[in-house]
């Protein structure tokens, strides 16, 4: 009886595997199909929590049911788009064919540059889960880039996942990728983004000291805005400066029939600048303008009379980008200055002055410098 007994066993055992096996089937079958049901949030934590525990298992199949049902669900495109893409080259089924143009918004998304979803949920459960799946995915890759040929496609996506972007994009713009899908779409990108000038503002304030025959004007404040444009290290700006107070000495002051002694200075510019950036390291440049506006001085408190002058400049800045995305910058400006000649009929006021200015501004289309400068490296 005993090995009776033992046989049936022996019998019962596989059984109950095959029954266990089929009921976990049953359940993960039950999960993706209620995915489409939830909200896209609960939707895509469940997607990060188990779709590690899917590739450790080493099932392809049921990877791609994953992403699937999460697509379905409303999920975030990007997360979604990577694991479609290191699963087909775990599974040796990569093709272009699995994204179109729009994979360079998802990559650009992924370095931080384009905009984040928001997954609707802000819990430390959640905000752990993501973090847990992003260092997941970074392995994954990592794990996957010695297997794939060198100088490929697939290579840069492993280079990009696994947390190596500066030498993924490099990868991008060699010629090792030169008539590749993914190259073209990066190349109509970078064309799209040439005709993009970015605008930037600034306040700026500082003193102005000038010499020679304009040193009795005696030194002042000034305080101003910036408006410009850039366009790669080239940039133009429309420069409105004040600089009030009064002079160490009075002046003769004279336009025509009307005349008066006067000690007020009351300077305004209004001037065009255009330069050029050089790199220095990292988010510091050094930049090299000349300028010409209009220098104005109202001397005369209840006359309008204005004794208006050309205005010539050079000069250099200290360039600093601020933030993550470079929105923010701080410039530091030396600048000579030469004012030609007014008042011609009373005192001279006019001669060359020294400036130094701090500005402090913000660049409106930062995400696109950023992206130029991650597309060309």
Same mark, same amino acid.
């Given at each position: 009886?005993? +090995? ?26 039950? =999960?993706?199909? #209620?995915?489409? %049901? =939830? ?21 392809? %199949?049921?990877?791609? /049911?994953?992403? #699937? ?24 089924? &990569? %093709? ?8 360079? /918004? ?16 802000? /819990?430390?459960? &959640?905000?752990? @889960?993501?973090?847990d799946f992003e260092a997941f995915s970074r392995s994954f890759a990592d794990q996957l880039l010695p297997h794939v040929p ?42 799209? =983004? ?38 790669? +290290? ?28 006067? /000690?007020? &200075? #009351? ?6 600048? &255009? ?7 990292? @988010? ?14 109202? +001397? ?30 701080? @410039? ?8 030609? +000649? ?16 701090l500005a402090v501004g913000v660049n409106l289309e930062s995400a696109a410098t950023e992206q130029l400068a991650l597309l060309?490296?």
């Amino acid at each position: 009886m005993k +090995p009776a007994g033992r046989g049936k066993t022996m019998i019962c055992l596989p059984a109950l595997l095959l029954a266990g096996l089929a009921l976990a089937q049953a359940a993960r079958a039950d =999960l993706i199909d #209620n995915m489409p %049901d =939830l909200d896209p949030a609960d939707a895509t934590y469940l997607a990060m929590q188990t779709i590690p525990r899917v590739v450790y298992a080493d099932r392809p %199949d049921s990877l791609l /049911d994953w992403l #699937n049902a999460w697509e379905a669900a409303d999920g975030p495109a990007e997360p979604i788009m990577r694991l479609r893409i290191l699963g087909a080259i775990w599974d040796g089924a &990569f %093709d272009e064919g699995l994204y179109g143009r729009g994979i360079i /918004d998802l990559l650009l998304q992924f370095c931080g540059v384009g905009h984040a979803p928001d997954h609707g949920r802000q /819990d430390e459960i &959640f905000r752990t @889960a993501t973090r847990d799946f992003e260092a997941f995915s970074r392995s994954f890759a990592d794990q996957l880039l010695p297997h794939v040929p060198a100088g490929s496609v697939e290579e840069f996506f492993c280079l990009m996942y696994s947390g190596r972007q500066d030498r993924a994009w490099k990868l991008l713009a060699s010629d090792e990728l030169r008539g590749t899908r993914l190259r073209s779409y990066r190349d109509r990108r970078l064309r799209d =983004l040439e005709h993009v000038m970015p605008v930037f503002l600034a306040v700026e304030g500082g003193s102005w000291s000038p010499f020679n025959r304009y040193a009795f004007t005696g030194d002042h404040a000034l305080a101003g805005l910036q408006m410009g444009v850039r366009k790669g +290290p080239w940039f133009g700006r429309l420069v409105m400066e004040m600089r009030l107070g009064r002079t160490e000495q009075g002046y003769l002051a004279r336009s025509g029939d009307i005349q008066g002694v006067s /000690d007020r &200075f #009351n300077a305004a510019l209004v001037g065009l600048e &255009f330069g050029r950036s050089v790199p220095l390291s990292g @988010a510091l440049s050094l930049e090299g303008f000349g300028g010409v506006g209009l220098d104005a001085v109202k +001397p005369l408190k209840d006359e309008d009379v204005f004794l208006n002058a050309l205005h010539l400049d050079l000069g250099g800045s200290l360039h600093l980008d601020l933030g993550s995305h470079r929105k923010w910058f701080l @410039a530091a400006t030396a600048r000579r200055e030469w004012i030609r +000649p007014r008042n011609t009929e009373g005192t001279p006021l006019w001669g060359d002055a020294w400036s130094a200015r701090l500005a402090v501004g913000v660049n409106l289309e930062s995400a696109a410098t950023e992206q130029l400068a991650l597309l060309s490296p």
